[in-house]
């Protein structure tokens, strides 16, 4: 009988320990905000980041079915910015249309921050990644 019971014993604790060890965190429900120049900090994360898009450049290539990238630069423009995203035009507006949907604004852009050697990047492969603000008066 006392065998019966220290298995039982025991299998109720490894039940509720296996519970425990696959139970999973709920994934946060919106990343984290970081400044542009923070965000080198923050590689391989998904974050995000808000700023004031300063600069602009249109790659000279486009990408099969997306149109030609253009890079938006927050707070600090070219050669060296802090940040940068990477978005594409609709069609059939193209890279112009992005540029005056984000030029001078305040965005706030979420996705992976990745590192190239012009800095950390977000790629925003969705415009929806990218959300302008309201300009404080």
């Not at 590689?43 to 602009?56: F, L, Q, R, S, Y």
């Not at 706030?108 to 929806?128: E, M, N, Y």
């Amino acid at each position: 009988m006392t065998n019966i019971m220290n298995m039982l014993i025991v299998m109720l604790c490894v039940s509720g320990l296996s519970a425990l060890a696959f139970a999973q965190s709920a994934p946060s429900a919106t990343p984290p905000r970081v400044a542009p120049a923070d965000a080198k900090n923050h590689i391989g994360e998904t974050a995000t980041v808000c700023g004031k898009v300063v600069d602009t450049m249109t790659s000279r290539y486009g990408l099969a079915g997306h149109g030609k990238p253009v890079n938006f630069d927050l707070d600090e423009p070219g050669p060296n910015p802090v940040f940068y995203f990477v978005a594409f035009g609709t069609q059939p507006g193209g890279p112009q249309e992005a540029i005056a949907a984000y030029q001078g604004k305040q965005v706030c852009v979420t996705g992976k921050i990745t590192q190239a050697s012009s800095g950390p990047f977000i790629l925003a492969k969705d415009r929806s990644q990218i959300k302008p603000q309201a300009e404080n008066k």
